[in-house]
């Protein structure tokens, strides 16, 4: 069983930076494709970006394209997604998640694990 722990969310003014974080235990991290998904107040769970277990096969969703960078550090279990020029519009709750499989996807009832999500507020 693969249990995720995010962490890195807080608040920050428009134009900053967050790193979020998103730690594995239980099992390795290293095999699974993992993503990043956000949920705003009243909206649906969105995909964000995803990643295959070997670093490569990187999606974005077009609004975070070029502002965000998602990324991995197998030998720690971890993975990241570094936010760059934060706008309001990106805050939500930032959940990390992981599946089976080989292949990463942006849809979010194709992973089996899922953190506990982390807030990340952008003021105007």
């Known amino acids: 069983q693969v249990q995720l722990v995010e962490s890195g969310g807080g608040l920050v003014q428009a134009g900053g930076s967050l790193k979020l974080s998103c730690v594995a235990s239980g099992s390795t991290l290293s095999r699974n494709p993992m993503a990043w998904f956000r949920q705003a107040p009243g909206k649906e769970r969105e995909f964000v970006a995803a990643?295959?277990?070997?670093?490569?096969?990187?999606r974005y969703e077009d609004s975070v394209k070029g502002r965000f960078t998602i990324s991995r550090d197998n030998a720690k279990s971890t993975g990241y997604l570094q936010m760059n020029s934060l706008k309001p519009e990106d805050t939500a709750v930032y959940y990390c998640a992981s599946r089976q499989g080989s292949v990463p996807s942006s849809r979010a009832p194709q992973y089996d694990y899922w953190g506990q999500g982390t807030q990340v507020t952008v003021s105007s």
């Open positions: 990643i295959a277990s070997s670093g490569g096969n990187i």
